[in-house]
């Protein structure tokens, strides 16, 4: 008789979530042979004002995704010319994202993963908020102040620039969980607001939009 899993632990203990632990310790041998070029950081901010965009952002968390993801060809991303400069646009791919250290409200920038052993061992490395704030007090600020910003961040890993430049993304719709491959998929779109090189953020001008006719001025 066809019937679901019983519950949420049941689901945990399956051969396919539990291969998920393998497939971590294999990925971690792509960044220890050196094929991992491209770290992916979850990060959050804060701003002074009001809301988002309103006075000076203070970078409050900023979480490694380990094992070190794949991340797809960057040069889908181009520069559009407007009049007050030069703006990237375009999206990327990342996948083979922990399907066992990372869930959907994680990758959605509503918890941050806490520090915790990480299923391929030391190598990956424990994942910790700035400045020793507690992940608890600063999950309620995620949930709760509009103030809380939320992107990815897509840096080299030093192999090329000494201070490698640090790219803002957004995830572009909803992670996809693949069970056969034991990952996460994410489609990020590029944000023209990057930190610069010392993770200092650096809010760039937005793109602007068309002024409003000024209907006084029109003639009946």
Request: glycine residues 8%; proline residues 9%; contains cysteine.
């Amino acid at each position: 008789m066809a019937k679901p899993l019983p519950g949420p632990n049941a689901a945990r203990n399956t051969l396919a979530h539990r291969k998920g632990l393998l497939a971590d310790r294999l990925r971690q041998k792509y960044t220890t042979f050196g094929l991992r070029s491209k770290r992916v950081f979850l990060v959050w901010s804060r701003w002074t004002g009001e809301e988002r965009g309103e006075g000076d952002e203070e970078v409050i968390a900023r979480v490694e995704l380990l094992p070190t993801p794949r991340t797809s060809d960057v040069s889908g991303v181009s520069y559009r010319s407007y009049g007050i400069g030069v703006f990237p646009e375009g999206s990327i791919r990342v996948d083979q994202v922990s399907i066992v250290a990372y869930t959907e409200d994680m990758l959605r920038g509503l918890r941050i993963p806490e520090d915790r052993a990480r299923p391929c061992g030391s190598g990956c490395g424990p994942a910790r908020p700035l400045n020793a704030e507690p992940v608890n007090a600063i999950e309620s600020e995620v949930l709760s102040d509009p103030r809380v910003d939320f992107w990815y961040e897509v840096v080299e890993d030093g192999r090329g620039d000494s201070t490698p430049a640090r790219r803002r993304y957004r995830l572009l719709g909803m992670p996809n969980r693949d069970e056969q491959r034991f990952q996460w998929t994410l489609n990020l779109e590029r944000a023209d607001e990057s930190l610069n090189r010392s993770g200092e953020p650096t809010p760039g001008p937005n793109i602007p939009k068309e002024p409003e006719p000024d209907l006084e001025d029109w003639d009946e």
